[in-house]
């Protein structure tokens, strides 16, 4: 029987469609995610069914100096195409034949919006492996319109029998999607949307980066104009790496799997429904199937901070529907108020992650999900909790501190201070946050140094070795020196016969002469015993040339010119210059000088004649370190580090005030007691003050002087490894009094970090910087 070929099709829509298409504002990346979503949908489908398929989607957009209004705009797969009559339950719009639930797309409604949102004709061309002819469907708006009739013409072509997959081409543009395109920029930042909205599609879980596997992917493939769309991958440290919090192991990334109670899903429309029905009470489709529900995904530590780039992705069958949500981040009060709690540090924040809602509603431009459902406010309870994620406002208001994943993260890595204990590359002087953003670029942009955390771990490493030195030479193993001593054969595990004896049958052999040591040798022997500065792997600009920089901290050689012995070395070759700057030099040993500034200042008289360069010494130093921005000293870097501590200072007293409030309580001067009292209000207007003072939850709201008073008043109470590491009690008493007022001098300076005058001086704040690193050393751990 000769099976009867489609001429046309009826895509009459519902007047819920006709008004979606005409309220709908989509932007040309959300245009062409609604055309992507339908072809990742078959594309899924397909490679299921044909596990050797190589799945590909390409779009094609004119170029700025192209685009008019009668350039073609398309999307094509390599699916497994479709029939007349597949198409046509394809294109009907509000009758799709696509599912809602389970699938990116809904291809009937989201076609009919994007498309007439991108032009006025709409071609789709499709074919299936094995048919001889393409299908081809034209959808002209202005025709369908004019004539009052939604048929639309069929026309056949040839083609080979092995070709399949369905284009979609759009003309007739808008004439703000042209003027769109005409932008120079457009295609490029259409395409960095597109990697952000499918990098869980784009990428794999056998990619080398670090948090690959954790991360997962699809492994699907973009094109647009015949270049790969790259997935806009999180940055984030290897999950193996962790910190130290109250004792234990804190992941820098932490998986959430969450599964739920299966519901009933109406497949046409989307809404759920606790137990089977018949028919849904909103489309009246019968397709209602019992469906796996879950919250999965990952919460992590990104590998640099910044003040916007940072938040969780939230996604729906793989699609992000929100990007760098910062919404978690607000405590919900009981009184319905939000309340920020992080960022805590110089408004830079590092917690990423991706959730996956696949059973949660979305709007109808898949730009948001509905954040007043049940669905979401669960997740919210599972991933960031209903408590405050700082302990001791937790504690105090509900009882309780906060478990979830979120707030795990948010105390182990909260602080923005340098070195491993945070995960923090520095210069052994400070954070380089300028410095790890331009490495999470090059980490995007492919360059395989960068493709692990790797380069971040010895750079926060370095750090610690620069500020506090390199670590002990491990002592030679003895265990076989004293093995052969028990045997009564020592002299086996000496060099030669019998110790200080010599084979009088053997003759010395003549001493080979000692070579000369190579200026290249040399530098290696001294690198080998340096640390690399680890921002100063970079070009600097001088005057016109642009040398790569290279700053080297040495220790356990002697740095040397003409056999003389110097605190510093420099070479110059090939557009490169290393300067090596002895760690024992007493710029920076005695007078506290930073590696950085005892190179630039050694180094500039010959760099200035190499480099030919016009000004002074000053004005030479000064040009190369504003290309260093990192080592800037800035007031609020002052406040936030002080304001850090004091947090600190004040999470440890509320650990040890219980064993005895009262006598910490009447350790503070009156006015120490009355600026608790204010901290408290200003954070919990409805607070216990009474309770707090008898439990000794005020310790929580101290001031810097409150601190001060304790170290005076009751040094008993908070040093000895109590509050302060400082020894007192085993001392003497004019021994006593100099580690009070050790001490007591930190604090002052903390006090005037937190809340003295404004501070301008470099110096000055250079200082209190050091301050701070000291007192931060005197603090006993949480």
């Known amino acids: 029987m000769t099976e009867t070929r489609l001429s046309s099709l009826n895509l009459t829509p519902s007047p819920r469609i006709l008004e979606m298409i005409a309220e709908v504002d989509l932007q040309l990346h959300q245009c062409l995610g609604e055309l992507i979503d339908n072809a990742l949908d078959e594309l899924i489908e397909a490679s299921s069914e044909e596990p050797a398929l190589e799945p590909r989607i390409d779009i094609t957009l004119p170029t700025s100096g192209k685009a008019e209004k009668s350039s073609a705009i398309s999307v094509g797969d390599n699916g497994r195409g479709m029939s007349p009559e597949q198409l046509k339950d394809a294109l009907s719009a509000g009758t799709s034949g696509k599912q809602r639930f389970g699938t990116l797309g809904l291809f009937g409604m989201g076609f009919n919006i994007a498309t007439a949102r991108l032009g006025g004709i709409t071609e789709v061309r499709t074919g299936r492996r094995g048919d001889d002819q393409w299908v081809i469907a034209t959808i002209d708006l202005t025709v369908m319109q004019r004539e009052s009739t939604y048929d639309v013409p069929l026309r056949y072509e040839d083609k080979a029998s092995e070709e399949h997959g369905t284009l979609v081409a759009v003309t ?176 830079m924040g590092r917690i990423v992650g991706e959730v996956h809602l696949d059973h949660a509603p979305v709007n109808v431009r898949k730009n948001n999900f509905d954040t007043s459902s049940s669905e979401w406010r669960f997740m919210v309870e599972k ?51 300028e410095t790890v953003k331009s490495w999470g670029a090059k980490f995007r942009n492919g360059d395989p140094e960068f493709e692990t955390d790797e380069t971040w771990y010895q750079a926060a490493k370095a750090h610690d070795q620069i500020k506090n030195g390199p670590p002990p030479e491990p002592k030679p193993s003895t265990d076989e020196d004293d093995w052969l001593d028990k045997e009564g054969l020592s002299h086996l595990g000496k060099d030669g016969d019998e110790a200080g004896e010599t084979s009088s049958h053997d003759e010395p052999d003549d001493p080979e002469p000692v070579k000369p040591e190579t200026e290249a040798e040399r530098f290696a022997r001294y690198r080998d015993a340096a640390t690399l500065l680890p921002d100063t792997d970079r070009e600097v600009r001088i005057g016109t040339a642009q040398p790569v920089l290279r700053v080297y901290v040495t220790s356990g050689v002697d740095l040397k010119k003409d056999d003389r ?102 350790s503070l001067s009156g006015d120490s007691r009355r600026a608790a009292e204010t901290i408290a209000i200003s954070i919990a207007p409805d607070v216990d003050w009474s309770g707090a003072i008898t439990s000794g939850e005020f310790a929580r709201y101290l001031s810097a002087a409150g601190f001060h008073d304790l170290v005076a008043s009751s040094p008993s109470l908070v040093l000895d490894g109590a509050l302060f590491r400082s020894t007192y009690a085993a001392l003497g008493e004019d021994t006593q009094a100099d580690q009070i007022a050790r001490v007591g001098a930190l604090l002052a300076d903390l006090q005037r970090m937190v809340a003295g005058p404004q501070m301008h001086k470099t110096l000055e704040l250079s200082r209190l910087l050091l301050t701070a690193d000291l007192l931060d050393a005197e603090i006993v751990s949480v």
């Open 565 to 666: 012995k110097q605190p510093y070395a420099i070479r110059i070759v090939a557009g490169e210059i290393e300067v090596y700057v002895d760690a024992g030099a007493a710029l920076i040993a005695q007078y506290g000088w930073s590696p950085m500034n005892v190179a630039l200042v050694c180094a500039a008289p010959q760099l200035k004649d190499v480099y030919s360069f016009d000004g002074s010494i000053d004005q030479l130093v000064t040009l190369i370190l504003e290309q260093f921005p990192d080592r800037r000293v800035d007031k609020a870097a002052v406040r936030a580090r002080a304001e850090a501590l004091l947090d600190n200072m004040r999470e440890r007293l509320a650990e040890l005030a219980p064993k005895d409030p009262a006598a910490l309580w009447n």
């Open 172 to 347: 007739k543009l808008r004439e703000d999607i042209v003027a769109r395109l005409k932008y120079t920029r457009a295609i490029k930042e259409t395409t960095g949307h597109l990697g952000r909205i499918y990098t869980y599609m784009l990428r794999s879980p056998q990619d080398g980066h670090s948090g690959a596997e954790l991360m997962g992917g699809a492994g699907q493939r973009l094109y647009v104009n015949n270049r790969a769309v790259r997935s806009h991958l999180p940055c984030i440290w290897d999950p193996s790496r962790s910190v130290t919090y109250k004792g234990a192991e804190v992941h820098t990334a932490i998986e959430i799997n969450v599964p739920l109670t299966n519901a009933y899903a109406c497949m046409n429309c989307g809404r759920w429904y606790n137990a089977a029905y018949e028919k849904c009470v909103d489309c009246e489709s019968t397709d209602i199937t019992e469906r796996e529900r879950r919250i999965w995904g990952w919460l992590g530590i990104q590998r640099y901070a910044d003040k916007s780039d940072f938040g969780l992705t939230f996604l729906r069958h793989g699609r992000a529907i929100t990007y760098q949500d910062k919404s978690l981040f607000d405590w919900e009060t009981p009184d319905g108020d939000f309340e920020l709690e992080y960022p805590i540090e110089l408004g």
């Open 383 to 433: 991933v960031r909790g209903s408590e405050p994620l700082r302990p001791q406002i937790a504690m105090r208001l509900v009882g309780r501190e906060n478990t979830s994943p979120m707030s795990q993260l948010f105390n182990a890595y909260r602080e923005n201070k340098p070195g491993l204990r945070y995960l923090i590359p520095g210069n052994g002087t400070s954070s380089i946050h």
